[in-house]
């Protein structure tokens, strides 16, 4: 059973930055990708970011330049720094694996981690 295990959130000012960390129990995505998406109220859900076994990464046009996608393959580890921080960033942000890029269709989720940023 895959598990994914989300860390990182908080509560920033406008301005700040976050690094969220997503560590997946088995390494599932080779041939897909590990990505973060996002829940806002009253918003459409979003995927934020995501990433393939090469490294290569593509990011949502609303945060393109504020954050950047990274991998530590030897700990299952995806890490994701947000940087200049917007009030709309707000929201549960949710970690998956095996999926395709920023498609919504992974097969596997966290448990999600919450950034309010003020």
């Known amino acids: 059973h895959v598990q994914l295990v989300e860390s990182g959130g908080g509560s920033v000012q406008a301005g700040g930055s976050l690094r969220l960390s997503c560590t997946v129990s088995?390494?599932?995505?080779?041939?897909?990708?590990m990505g973060w998406f996002r829940q806002a109220p009253g918003k459409e859900d979003e995927g934020v970011a995501s990433?393939?076994?090469?490294?290569?990464?593509r990011y949502a046009d609303s945060m393109k330049g504020r954050i950047t996608l990274s991998q530590d393959n030897a700990q299952n580890t995806v890490y994701l720094q947000m940087n200049s921080l917007k009030p709309e960033d707000t929201g549960m942000y949710y970690c998956?694996?095996?999926?395709?890029?920023?498609?919504?269709?992974?097969?596997?989720w966290g448990q999600g981690t919450q950034v309010t940023v003020s």
């Open positions: 990433i393939d076994g090469d490294g290569s990464t």
């Open positions: 998956a694996s095996d999926g395709w890029w920023l498609l919504p269709e992974y097969n596997y």
């Open positions: 088995e390494y599932t995505y080779s041939n897909f990708c």
